[in-house]
């Protein structure tokens, strides 16, 4: 065999060496996505603003306005009842805006501000549904977007949903931001599931509409097993 065959056989088998590692870590590596116990079968974001009345007599209207988000995340379980512990892990937040985000369940009165759990896990309370499976919901609220807003004399009627930022004249730009964090499920035999999160909220249109519900593609949540 001549060298210029000989170093091209080489070559050749080398490169398939390299292929067939590339191959075998992406079959690897997509085994481990979405696979497990749990799948994300149903993703819900609800946006509106709360009121706070700050009025000093019933002659003036004067709110605190606030802009609320709840995340339902519906998940199916081979078996809800072997899971030991949910958090959320790694809360991101951007925005272009000053923003004043806190992270709640009001159903179990708990309430983080934002800069104190960028950097920590965050426990979630979970609630278990008839057919097994169980829901993550939580809410992410901006609180005062707009302070001491007193509502113009010829306003005669307000709603106390999102419509009041348009009579404050509050662009609807200046309410978005952006939130990344990693939902985590650990089960009683030390696996743990994750599952990385990425949303834009809220709905710019509560600001004509009041409110808005959203079903998400839940196709975009899949959760990684870390052994």
């Known amino acids: 065999m001549s060298k210029s065959k000989f170093f091209t056989a080489v070559i050749t088998i080398v490169i398939s060496v390299v292929i067939l590692v590339v191959i075998v870590n992406i079959i690897f590596s997509n085994s481990k996505i979405n696979q497990g116990n749990f799948r994300v079968s149903d993703t ?11 009025s000093e007599d ?12 709840k995340i339902s995340m519906l ?9 030991k512990e ?5 809360f991101k937040i951007s925005s272009k805006n000053d923003v004043h985000i806190y ?12 800069k104190d759990i960028k950097n920590k896990k965050v426990n979630i309370y979970t609630e278990e549904t008839e057919d ?16 001491n807003y007193s509502v113009p004399e010829e306003v005669k009627e307000i709603r106390h949903d999102g419509t009041i930022l348009t009579i404050a004249k509050v662009p ?12 985590v499920i650990v089960e009683d035999k030390g696996q743990i ?13 509560i600001t004509t509409e009041g409110f808005s519900v959203e079903r998400l593609d839940s196709s975009k949540f899949n959760f990684k097993v870390d052994y």
């Not at 819900?44 to 700050?54: H, I, Y």
């Not at 949910?86 to 790694?90: Q, T």
């Not at 159903?107 to 501000?113: N, T």
């Open 103 to 114: 992270v709640e369940q009001d159903k179990y009165d708990v309430s983080y501000k934002y």
């Open 75 to 83: 998940i199916q379980s081979n078996n809800a009842s072997n899971i």
């Open 193 to 205: 599931n994750t599952c990385k999160i990425e949303l834009q909220m809220p709905d710019t249109k």
């Open 86 to 90: 949910v958090y959320l892990e790694n």
């Open 44 to 54: 819900l974001l609800t946006s509106t603003v709360s009121l706070e009345d700050k």
């Open 172 to 183: 609807a730009s200046s309410i978005k931001f952006d939130v990344k964090y990693n939902l």
């Open 132 to 147: 097994g499976n169980f829901l993550v919901e939580f809410d992410i609220r901006n609180e005062d977007v707009v302070s």
């Open 58 to 69: 019933t002659s003036k209207w004067k709110f605190d306005i606030s802009q609320d988000n």
